[in-house]
């Protein structure tokens, strides 16, 4: 019987109180229907048994033979996409075309970011100091991402923390252990027993050699690799687990260390990483050149600057005050447009103006006597602060009394240890 036939008569003998099953039915059949763009066509096509599947499609329409490739193509794209994420999900990043901040700084925003599970900034401004362009910030930025990817595999699987959040201590060897992952650097030799990773002259550092456990793992692409895929030169990130090691009371031969201990430090390398970007988008100064924008603590309108920035203390309220528990800690941050003695105006990243009472004249304070300690550097408008304050959680108002206030910081810019103290 022809399938038309037999389809005909399925249906004719359906009750008429009878209602269809939606649910059931698109379960079923999209259960079935991967396997059925290679099998429907072959099983329906009138051949000989004994013709090999090669044979069989030359029967086929050429649509049909379109249809089992694509089919065939998704097949394998799905499983090489899986094998990426045995050990980390494939790290993304996506960013804006620059724009000018409020500050008169170049910034990007983050689009879409995929680096793991923790927090990513939702901006990223450049430096005035900065080792790197505008053009550059996307790529550094997509490094981050795949280094911070690597480093929460690394915590995850040889992180070995303790219920309470503290690193298990070996209680053969007493050495407390916990994983770390290095800076990017490039291998300057590798053999069957040990691996030296270059040092760089522009930070004074020397080269590492590192003996090769029997476990070592050598991972490219998000997955295990054999040892081949790895030669002089190539880009890496490496793992060791790093400890410090206790000498048993017992062992001592000073009485310093029977008394007070004796400690070791310990490191084990762990696994090589092969990263995916040029050694350059990895540095620590091009890093350092961007600052991390992230939502101030209170005004979910605004960012305030982290990441890579120092500030200055200009006023703290110590003493303690009993708030009432709907009041919360806030923070806002901008650049001054207005100084007027103790009153000042600051404009947040969103535009808004916020107007701030101090109990003294802070400003002028800083600048007649500690900023010959600050590189002669004087606060003026245009420089940033920040603002942390008390207040109502449903209250948001741009006026500040100098009884909310209880901390200001004037933020300086900062792109590498050593460099000359500037305001931000």
């Known amino acids: 019987m022809k399938d038309s036939q037999f389809n005909a008569l399925l249906a004719a003998s359906k009750p008429d109180n009878y209602k269809s099953n939606t649910i059931f039915t698109d379960a079923v059949m999209s259960s079935i229907k991967t396997s059925e763009i290679l099998s429907s066509q072959v099983r329906k096509t009138s051949v000989n048994k004994k013709e090999t599947l090669f044979m069989k499609l030359r029967h086929l329409p050429k649509f049909a033979i379109v249809a089992i490739a694509i089919g065939v193509l998704a097949l394998l794209s799905g499983t090489a ?25 170049k910034e990007v925003s983050l689009l879409f970011s995929q680096c793991g599970t923790t927090y990513t900034p939702e901006r990223y401004e450049l430096k005035r100091d900065a080792t790197i362009t505008a053009d550059q910030i996307e790529k550094v930025v997509k490094a981050q991402c795949e280094l911070q990817a690597i480093n929460e595999w690394a915590e995850t699987t040889y992180g070995g923390k303790s219920s309470d959040g503290s690193y298990k201590i070996d209680s053969k060897s007493q ?46 692409n ?37 008394e007070y201990g004796e400690y070791f430090t310990t490191q084990a390398l762990i696994a090589v990483i092969k990263l995916d970007r040029p050694f350059d988008d990895y540095d620590q100064s091009a ?17 305030c600057l ?21 009041i919360i800690t806030k923070e806002i941050q901008g650049v001054i447009t207005e100084l007027n003695g103790k009153s000042l105006k600051i404009k947040s990243s969103s535009g808004s103006i916020y107007t701030v009472t101090t109990p003294s004249d802070v400003i002028s304070s ?15 408008i245009g420089s940033t602060l920040s603002i942390r304050y008390n207040e109502k959680e449903t209250e948001h108002t741009k006026t500040i009394d100098v009884d909310k206030v209880f901390w200001v910081t ?4 900062i792109v590498k240890k050593g460099d000359p103290v500037k305001l931000y």
Not at 86 to 105: D, F, H, I, M
Not at 366 to 380: G, L
Request: charged residues 25%; glycine residues 6%.
């Open 410 to 413: 004037v933020k300086l810019e």
């Open 81 to 105: 996409y899986a094998t990426y994420q045995l050990l980390w999900q494939k790290p993304e990043a996506s960013v804006s075309k620059p724009t000018t901040s409020q500050s008169g700084r």
């Open 366 to 380: 800083f600048n007649n006597n500690k900023s010959t300690d600050y590189n002669n550097q004087n606060i003026k």
């Open 222 to 258: 998000g997955t295990d690799v054999t040892s081949t895929q790895f030669k002089p030169g190539d880009t890496v990130v490496y793992v060791t687990k790093q400890g410090t090691r206790q000498t048993p009371k017992e062992d001592c031969v000073t009485d310093a260390c029977r």
């Open 306 to 326: 982290g990441g890579y920035s120092g500030s200055i203390d200009l006023y703290m309220n110590t003493m303690s005050q009993d708030f009432e528990k709907k």
């Open 175 to 220: 050495a407390m252990r916990h994983p770390g992952v290095s800076a990017a650097a490039r291998i300057g030799s590798i053999n069957k027993s040990s691996i030296t990773f270059s040092g760089q002259n522009k930070y004074n550092t020397q080269d590492t050699t590192l003996d090769i456990p029997k476990d070592i793992r050598y991972i490219a």
């Open 287 to 303: 890093w350092q050149s961007l600052t991390e924008l992230s939502v101030c603590e209170g005004n979910k309108e605004d960012l």
